[in-house]
């Protein structure tokens, strides 16, 4: 008998809004009352058909919100407590175990529908929080080929109005493969639809000939889609709603992320230990990363020309350490969280790639508590903290004259400058804004006398954040000597108040922004030929296009001595990957495609060690200039990974649907 697939049916039409704030209906996402009962009638005119890839947008998962207290950054650059944190996925990757993934609610890779999760809230048109994740991306996959399959049906329509839907549903189908080819390798290409009681014997594909199928999807989606749904007489009807709608942009920079992670080391050379030793961590199929760099580059001249809603957030503040902007239009922090603005939801100008949220307040009730100290309960709720790793904050924030301190190989810079006496000086300004470090003025109402003690943050050894003396066993301060407020600001906490209702606390990553087009197309140029990579039609070199973020945020550009060389400037490349991204749940990614996940110094985790010198009054002085003696660091966590870790696991119940459908290697 041969084996078969659970495959979803098309259930109508969904009726979801992608304006900003909560979900509400509009004349031209809503549906007919027969929708329901006949499916043929999602096809008959644009606006039921538009409805009917609303799903899909729908079942974007929210990383920061797949439930109650999700983990995303497993990498090297984050630790999560003892005693809240450790039944993490964060801490179980740390383990090397993978199979987590899929028993942990804990993340946008999962969801199940156990805990306090009703069943019926986890389907893909629910508005439900807590409902997506990766594991609807088949039944998306699905749904767009029924949608390609029933074109022929959309006769009622303008020729711009063809091409919007299909486009949009070219884009997700390909999206989806994408998604789920990051964290398990290439899979099957399914692009026709498959019987709920037919056979699936479709073979798992290479990465790169899966990356192939994709690409052309891609391509041919950015050809049918516009650069501004405002421009269309379509957008139009919906004014101001159009903002997480695909444009032409979104798909170039699909097509050119997808083409890069194919040509990289992974993908070209296959897993291996030793990468960064035998060089092969620098190899890259150089035919698909000039690819890649071609879609970058399309996709940079469009919004560099001003024919996209897309630009580069401003990053100018007034007091970086609360996140004042002088420049509140377009802010930096604006691309990560809103406050003070109707739960606006975030992205800025910068975000391309977003998905719904339906709960307004949701950031409130469980995000907005996982970043600062627990230490007398000074964030409120549950025992769980995030905590940037002292290895990570020192390779990738260097210094803002954009020497590194810490070099590819875990070697000091000899030429950084950087002063071990006074660690926090002339940082890369990403740093002050992302980072909470030793003296930070953490609660900005006064304290109450039981409290006084924490409203500057004490992290050098022994300091009162960490409360035991003992990294290891710390579970309400930091086991780093850092915390982090990139993605939450630090007034989260009960005396500043800023995860309470009147904050209008709002956060989202977004999957895809404009600095990362930047930072993809240095990549992809740099694995061609080095810094003065240029693609044809592009004004821009690879080295142009880092330095056009740090002048961005006011750090110096790449130094000569990384540009001389490809493999110096790569390492810069992906250095200020690691800074500009920090925190925004891609570093496994990046390590697992640049062979580097098993590699020291992307093995350990560590915590500053240090102590403060004289009695520096931080109520009247600045903390970054502030000294200190004795610095150094102490492992926390060493991963001990082979070959297996640079795929996850798929799940056993699904290596059996077919003989063509193997296990990953080593599971």
Aim: glycine letters at 8%.
């Amino acid at each position: 008998m041969k084996k078969t697939i659970k495959q979803y049916t098309f259930m109508g039409l969904a009726a979801i809004s992608l304006s900003f704030g909560a979900a509400s209906c509009t004349d031209y996402l809503n549906k007919t009352p027969d929708s329901d009962v006949n499916p043929e009638m999602a096809f008959m005119n644009f606006t039921n058909f538009q409805g009917f890839v609303e799903e899909v947008y729908n079942c974007i998962p929210n990383k920061e919100s797949n439930f109650w207290c999700c983990t995303f950054n497993w990498g090297e650059d984050e630790l999560m407590n003892t005693g809240g944190g450790d039944t993490h996925v964060t801490a179980h990757f740390d383990l090397g175990d993978y199979r987590n993934w899929y028993s942990n609610e804990q993340s946008y890779l999962h969801r199940s529908s156990g805990s306090d999760a009703d069943q019926s809230l986890l389907h893909p048109w629910s508005t439900n929080k807590f409902a997506h994740s990766l594991e609807h991306a088949w039944y998306c996959i699905r749904k767009m080929n029924l949608g390609l399959e029933n074109l022929d049906k959309l006769t009622n329509a303008t020729q711009e109005e063809r091409n919007l839907i299909k486009g949009q549903m070219l884009f997700f189908r390909a999206w989806w493969h994408q998604e789920l080819m990051v964290w398990f390798g290439g899979m099957p290409y399914v692009d026709h639809t498959i019987a709920a009681d037919g056979p699936f014997d479709l073979p798992r594909l290479s990465f790169k000939e899966c990356a192939e199928k994709c690409a052309a999807d891609f391509r041919a989606a950015a050809d049918l889609l516009p650069n501004n749904w405002e421009d269309t007489k379509v957008g139009k009807e919906t004014t101001g709603k159009n903002d997480l709608r695909i444009t032409k942009v979104c798909a170039l920079g699909y097509l050119g992320k997808v083409l890069l992670w194919a040509s990289s080391p992974l993908n070209h050379v296959g897993a291996q230990t030793g990468g960064l030793r035998n060089g092969m961590t620098y190899e890259y199929d150089t035919e698909l990363a000039a690819r890649a760099a071609d879609a970058l580059a399309e996709a940079i001249n469009n919004i560099e020309s001003g024919e996209t809603p897309y630009e580069l957030a401003n990053y100018d503040y007034s007091n970086i350490y609360d996140h004042e902007a002088a420049n509140k239009e377009n802010n930096y922090s604006d691309i990560f969280r809103t406050t003070g603005q109707n739960w606006k939801m975030p992205g800025a100008k910068e975000a391309i790639m977003r998905g719904p949220m339906p709960d307004v307040n949701g950031s409130n009730w469980n995000f907005a508590k996982l970043w600062g100290p627990k230490v007398n309960n000074l964030v409120e709720h549950d025992a769980v903290i995030h905590m940037p790793t002292a290895n990570y904050i020192n390779y990738a924030y260097g210094m803002a004259d954009g020497q590194p301190i810490v070099l590819a190989d875990g070697q000091l810079n000899p030429n950084s400058g950087f002063d071990p006496t006074h660690p926090f000086k002339n940082r890369d300004p990403r740093f002050y804004h992302d980072i909470m470090f030793d003296g930070f003025k953490f609660l900005n109402t006064t304290p109450s006398d039981d409290d006084k003690p924490y409203q500057y943050l004490e992290l050098f050894t022994g300091g009162n954040m960490v409360p035991t003396g003992d990294p290891q066993r710390s579970a309400d301060g930091s086991r780093t000597g850092y915390f982090c407020q990139k993605l939450v600001p630090h007034q989260c906490n009960k005396y500043d108040g800023m995860y309470n209702w009147g904050g209008a606390l709002q956060t989202y990553l977004p999957y895809m922004r404009v600095a990362d087009i930047y930072l993809m197309y240095a990549e992809a140029g740099a694995a061609v030929s080095g810094a003065g990579y240029k693609s044809a039609g592009c004004t821009k070199t690879a080295e142009d296009a880092i330095n056009v973020l740090r002048d961005r945020v006011g750090a110096g550009h790449v130094a000569a001595e990384f540009t001389a060389s490809k493999r110096g400037f790569m390492d810069e490349v992906r250095r200020e990957r690691a800074c500009e991204l920090a925190f925004e749940g891609f570093r496994w990614n990046d390590l697992q495609r640049w062979l580097l996940l098993t590699e020291y110094p992307y093995t350990i985790k560590t915590r500053q060690e240090f102590k403060r010198v004289g009695n520096y009054d931080f109520t009247k002085n600045d903390p970054r200039d502030a000294e200190v003696t004795g610095w150094s660091e102490t492992t926390i966590v060493q991963r001990s990974y082979g070959t297996k870790h640079y795929l996850l696991p798929l799940k056993e119940s699904e290596v059996y649907l077919n003989e063509n459908f193997p296990q990953n290697p080593g599971w």
